[in-house]
């Protein structure tokens, strides 16, 4: 008996050490850690979790200790359904599938009503993205924005292409209170201040505000998830949706967190652990590139294009006497003249094609302006459309390439330089993010640039220097891309760096800022611009604090792979001696591919003259 005894301690022990292991081993499964959303370790802090919710935890350290929310979930699973309290199982389903596979164990049946209702929504879910361009009008998106995207598995295919209307977005984004200006917004976004959580939207809502309202196109990515997996994220999905989230613009974002909750199915790391920043472009070029269960992760793409996008497409399929007609009925912004000749003296489907383009317009200027007029002149063009056949306009186009399929946003240059008077110089540039006037933006916003972090280190004969370093740089050259009225326009630009203060001095810098408004216009493949406003300077006590200066410049599109930039500016410092300075620069650009290009460079102050020509890699 004292034998007998013995041995069942002994396989007690023996068996309580195993599950411990076990159980220690489980705890740091990189799939338990995305249950969690653990960030990975870094030199500069330890693991823990992105959510500071505490209703998503059930152990009291569960956010730092993952063994300890491990225990915690096992023992409450294993609990007998409550009548008056909601089981774990209920809470986190997707805890509880995974639990289930791993230890083998199955739990007591609980009813879900909140769970069941989530899942008749999203029956045999596709899974994939939704990408939304640049928008210059919120900081926090000027280098796009992601979501989460779910489609009934048995109605992806006879959706409409640009409704979707049984889909659902799953948004993250920060909980900004309305009273928070500017300033207060930028710096608790990038320094923390700002929690965030996952909310979940029909997708038709969200492509009404950035397609129709924003004028962003819209890039589905749908991806090859088994139906396990994708079941599986829709039940974490559940579990996170209305949880409190850490967030930082630049890395606790929508990338790095809807990043996370994929690598939840995908053992691909989707974005670098040790980063300071994570755009949404990083996470998408990484899903382009995954392998998954031995096939592209990436199933394939899908545009749909901004209703600013849309009427230029539908403008540019009329004939040239339709267009001259759609010009004639509506002349100025608030005027409108249906029985104007070149109109009325059209086929009856030719005019039907007029007035779909002239409706299609109306709705981009009532969503981008706030102008009384807009629902009469809808109200009056869509009576007149009703009276009409249906039209024969072909209105297909070709997608722009995907952002995943452009030059990436980091950039390494290396150039020569020679500035009369002075020695041959090599010239290194890098910058992050995101891409100037000269980049293609056919994924991009238009007619602008997103410059920040670029910096410009100048080597010679005599060593080592700054040639400029520009924290943020950011253009929009709004432009009317048809000849129909639209609402005033301002072209802008601000920008804020250090740089040389003449090209004949190696060492001489300013701290700048301008901040310039102005006009542009699109003339072919041209586009002239002409911007004034002011100057900041750190050298007040030589030229001013704050001067007056203008730019004018022209940014011209050859092919789809060459493009020319020539930009003068000009200054007056009100009271000083040297009192005016003008500078000019000519900028061309050669795309060799996606990675890499050739650019040519020469600018002229009233000091020296540079030219340079050098290589530049894209990241």
Request: hydrophobic share 40%; net charge negative; proline share 5%.
């Amino acid at each position: 008996m004292r034998r007998l005894w013995l041995t069942a301690i002994l396989f007690s022990s023996f068996f309580s050490s195993s599950l411990h292991a076990n159980l220690t081993t489980l705890s740091q499964d990189s799939q338990w850690l995305s249950l969690l959303h653990f960030d990975r370790q870094t030199p500069f802090s330890s693991p823990r979790s992105a959510v500071i919710d505490d209703a998503f935890f059930l152990a009291e350290n569960g956010r730092s200790d993952p063994h300890a929310e491990l225990e915690a979930t096992l023992a409450a699973l294993r609990q007998s359904p409550s009548p008056t309290g909601q089981h774990a199982s209920c809470q986190f389903p997707a805890r509880a599938l995974w639990l289930s596979a791993k230890t083998g164990e199955q739990w007591q049946n609980a009813d879900c009503p909140d769970f069941s209702e989530w899942q008749s929504q999203h029956q045999e879910p596709d899974i994939g993205l939704m990408f939304a361009t640049g928008y210059l009008g919120n900081p926090a998106s000027f280098f796009g924005h992601v979501m989460l995207h779910s489609a009934p598995g048995n109605t992806a295919e006879l959706s409409s292409d640009s409704q979707h209307l049984l889909d659902t977005s799953l948004n993250f984004g920060a909980d900004v209170p309305s009273d928070d200006g500017m300033l207060a917004y930028m710096a608790k976004g990038l320094f923390g201040g700002y929690n965030a959580t996952f909310s979940n939207a029909s997708f038709y809502r969200n492509t009404t505000l950035y397609s129709e309202r924003e004028m962003r196109d819209l890039w589905h990515y749908q991806l090859n998830l088994t139906n396990d997996e994708a079941s599986l994220v829709m039940a974490h999905l559940f579990e996170i949706v209305g949880k409190d989230y850490e967030y930082l613009f630049l890395s606790q974002n929508c990338a790095s967190r809807i990043a996370r909750t994929l690598e939840l199915v995908i053992e691909e790391d989707l974005t670098p652990g040790f980063s300071p920043w994570v755009a949404p472009e990083d996470l998408l070029r990484a899903l382009s590139s995954t392998m998954h269960h031995g096939r592209p992760l990436l199933a394939k793409t899908r545009h749909i294009p901004s209703r600013r996008l849309i009427t230029q497409h539908e403008y540019a399929a009329l004939n040239d006497r339709q267009q001259r007609a759609a010009n004639a009925v509506w002349p100025s912004e608030n005027q409108l003249l249906m029985d104007a000749p070149e109109f009325s003296e059209l086929p009856a489907v030719q005019q039907s094609d007029v007035l779909d383009t002239l409706l299609s317009h109306a709705s981009f200027l009532r969503q981008t302006g706030d102008s009384n007029h807009f629902p009469e002149i809808e109200r009056q063009l869509l009576q007149a459309r009703l009276r009409l056949p249906q039209g024969n306009a072909d209105n297909s186009y070709t997608a722009p390439p995907a952002v995943h399929e452009v030059a990436p946003p980091g950039l390494v240059g290396i150039s020569g330089f020679h500035t009369s008077g002075s020695a041959n110089n090599l010239r290194v540039r890098f910058r992050p993010l995101q891409y100037d006037l000269l980049d293609t933006n056919q994924a991009r916003m238009p007619n602008s640039a997103v410059e920040i972090a670029n910096i410009e280190i100048n080597a010679d004969d005599q060593g080592v220097s700054l040639n400029r370093f520009d924290l943020f740089s950011i253009t929009n050259l709004h432009t009317n891309a048809i000849a129909l009225p639209t609402l005033p326009q301002t072209a802008w630009q601000i920008s804020a760096g250090i740089q040389r203060n003449r090209l004949s001095c190696r060492r001489c810098f300013d701290g700048v800022a301008n901040v310039l408004g102005g006009k542009s216009w699109a003339v072919g493949p041209h586009l002239p611009y002409a911007l004034g406003g002011v100057q900041l300077r750190t050298q007040r006590h030589y030229e001013g604090v704050a001067v007056p200066m203008i730019k004018a410049g022209i940014v011209s599109s050859w092919s789809s792979s060459q493009r020319t930039h020539i930009q003068l500016s000009h200054r007056r410092n009100v009271g000083y001696d040297d009192n005016q300075r003008t500078e000019w620069q000519l900028q061309h650009r050669i795309a060799l591919s996606t990675e890499w290009d050739i650019r040519f460079e020469l600018q002229r102050d009233q000091s020296a003259t540079e030219a340079g020509i050098g290589f530049s890699r894209y990241f």
